[in-house]
């Protein structure tokens, strides 16, 4: 899954590019609580958009 979220790292770039999504009515979630909240084994990487842009790889337990 492909998600955006605000840079660990807090810089601008990344900020910048969650915002203007979020402006339009995105809804930016924690998809972390949520893979852990039901159950799921996962691996997070950044792929791009300042460190903004995240991919999961989850699967079940």
Same mark, same amino acid.
């Given at each position: ?9 807090g810089?601008?770039?990344g ?8 402006m @339009?009515?995105v ?5 972390n609580?949520?893979l852990?909240?039901?159950g ?7 792929v791009?958009?300042?460190? @903004?842009?995240y991919?999961?790889v989850? @699967?079940?337990q």
């Amino acid at each position: 899954m492909l998600d955006d979220d605000y840079p660990k790292d807090g810089n601008v770039g990344g900020h910048l590019m969650v915002r203007l999504p979020k402006m @339009s009515g995105v809804i930016i979630k924690d998809i972390n609580s949520l893979l852990i909240k039901h159950g799921f084994d996962y691996q997070e990487h950044t792929v791009g958009g300042f460190e @903004s842009v995240y991919l999961f790889v989850a @699967s079940k337990q």
